[in-house]
């Protein structure tokens, strides 16, 4: 059990009535607890929060009546339950380990285009046996191929430019591993998070891996350890998952993000450590209950 | 009430073994009821019959043992209960309509890359005042604008090749109109269906749009009524709703599709019926309740 | 006959010993005579002056030894003979006034995508009769429709995300110009230049079409006035024409564009004249001789 | 000295009257020279025969009055004059190899985006140390990574598209061959061309490079020998080369191809002979003359 203190300050300026939606708390679920949390507003303005049933993201919807510059805190403790697993000990999967739940991460998305890179991938990391290993093989081609550049991408950049343009941030990676992923039929989501030792500070974006009935994290800039990341919010990609989604005029003025350790001393994962453990959510879950079998 | 029987018939070869997951049946829920139904597969495989809690779509998971050539046939008697309600009689939108379910569907997807064409939609649309008079007019100006052309699209093909090259399927201009649609931050989702008179005979592909807490149907082929389609698969966009998602060799070889109406002589709503009605599940949803406010 | 002069200053800095080519001399011709020019570095390196055949782009081919920063200053008096010539005044145009000089400009490039926006072109513009009522539909339907938005845009940007986009700088606007016109059969070429009373001084982009017979001048961003932009470069888009084509590592550290007017004082040409009047290279060319008839 | 027989036939629907330009000619010149040819059309028409100077490529233009099936018939006798020459004997390149005739092919275009992929070539064949074990590289890399793929791509498909998809026809390997050159600063063009044994019978697209004052010939796609294909057009890629470019209605109703060997039994370059020969046009062009030094 690991124990973050998380905190996100965010100053916006707005010109007219308007409602957005910030995702900035920290997920609250079996493989992650919010131990505490503060939230405020100044000068303050209605909120509400809001649960998404499907991903848990925790949302903030806010509604902004006059124009104004507002600034935004957000402070949180976090305990993080992942487990780290060595390779060689995990069970085999077959196509029984997923079910309905896992569908949406195995389709093609708004930046992760699997659909067009099956024979890529499988001239890459076909000869991989497992589909851990093919993951392994996914996360060190990326970070071997693609040079980690900040201001090469915009908001549009996708899985298929970064595979052209062999550059990008932790969201084309992250974009260009989960492609890779589905195209091997391995269901593969987004997530974005706040990692302990960034640098600079800042939100971070990773993905998950359904294998053997877990989620298990990878990071293939290999700028954070994926045990250190305390998750935001979960999607297919990035399209579903914003900072903030507003409905009118907003501008961000400044935004900090802060992520330290609140145990022991603490070291990033070796790259030894990753070629031989994997990070897992604790709970394996069951292959979902199939209601009717004829 | 509206009486539909529809029936599809699938021809398809295997080369080993394999698990597939086919969405080819009606929908059975409170806007839909499904009166009868029979699936059967020969010869036989072991199939399971699984139903997606977010999207409703019915899927049969076959497994496939030995390499071989399986007839698929399903029939089924369905009930549609959609209401046509006058334009001038909707009442007014607000962004408290919609809540977390409708999130996803004003996103960006695979296929419907509404962050790319607020501008465009702005300068096409943007001086239509409600949200039912902006979708009537992208409905009317992908009808006069786009060519229904088959074999102009690949599995490729997005709503900005659909805007750059004016042709497309039903596929494309769902994904056109959807993509429009949210750009104006109206959401908007993309289904299959069996659609009544549809020439020549095929799966159908059409949108929803989330306005006044109601799901509203539109077809901007003009090829079938929307109150005349029978709902099969419902997503973002035709990356979640595919006939078949196979996990191994499979080929299509033959695939029949049949809409029939069984009540009284049945015509399609005429040009002057879409302009001044619309088509809406019957059921309108509160806005999602709001587990904490501070 | 108008007469300008224009100025360009450069500060690069190289890594190590390095080939470039610098296009930022006037081009020297029929309808544009350079009176007087100088081109200096500092420090000096050896340095090539070609002129393409085929083009008239006028290279300076420079071999730089050492690292280093170098100071390069351009200047010259240019003297323009461009036409006004009133749009009702012109000549028909038939399939016979273009020959093989012509056809690469009917073709598309890197950045037009020609080929794929037939229908588009024709829906907008296909209701104009002649080829000159077309262009100037297709430059004020640019200018109305398209958000002149620095920055907005990077180097990959092509007419095809242009039009999804809706904004661009006036590369963007050229290439969407040059594409829409090609795709209705008639020949358009880009060309970069100085312009007079541009702001910011930058250097600008524009095009040019091929219509009974003469080069006319168009600027869909209505910044310049066409009859006042001093050629520099030409080519099939913008990919034929870099300031600087380096074959190794080279920065540029910042450039300096001036162009004045040396005649009497000096008026854009107004709404009115841009509707009413074109602006041609004043030499008419026949159509090319054709070798042999059978 | 080889000698070739070619011969095409094209059967072409018109709908009204119509100029049209086909490009089925073999190039004439130093390096292949046209022994005999016949060209002929039924019922006949007007046409002319015009041979463009930058690229020698031969167009017969053609108007077609009154709509109707045409029945177009050409055949030649051509001698190729290629060398081959061993990979180890090849002179050094070095910049000055290359001025401005050979820039077009420098840069990126339609088909052809090389300003993309800089990284990528550089990571796959920059360890290569000369020019030609650089496309030595990248033409064995294509072959053993693209799949030939009759049917997988249109006439929009680019080089970016076949290194996503990892399929394509001759057209795409060549398209891609090109791109990599270029983003690595090796001139190189497209080239379509009769080739012998190539088996469907078809028109077929190769590509040149520039090294060492000489285009010399590749085939990705391994099906035809580099010196065994009669050259048509030649072009910076696929935009610049089509077999018919009609200003009007017309279909293409049938085509057939032919080329065969007309001295002693012929064989295909072994892979072997492929790895240690290059095929090079056979004059050896000096650097363009330099006018003014300074």
Redesign the interface.
Known sequence: MNKFRVKCELDYETFGPL?F?LNIRAQDNESQKVVEES?SILPNM?????????TQNR?D?ITAELPGTYHILYEAVVESALEKIPVSGLPPTT?EDF??EQ??F?????YC?S???G??AF?LFGHFETPVEKVQGIVEWIHQ?I?YTIGST???TSA?DT?????GVCRDFAHLGIALCRSL?IPARYFTGYAFELQPPDFHACFETWIGGRWMLWDATRLSSPDSVVRIGMGQDA??VSVC?A?GGLKVKSQRVMCEYLSESRAKMSAEELRSMVVCHEVRREA?A?????
């Open positions: 409602v939606l939230f209605p909120h509400t929060l809001l649960t998404c049933g499907v949302f919807r196509h079910g309905l569908l949406p195995l389709y093609p998305s708004r285009q659909d067009r890179i024979r890529l001239a191929n040079a915009t908001a549009n298929m595979l052209v343009d062999h550059a039929n399209a579903d989604t409905f979902p199939q209601p009717k079998t004829s």
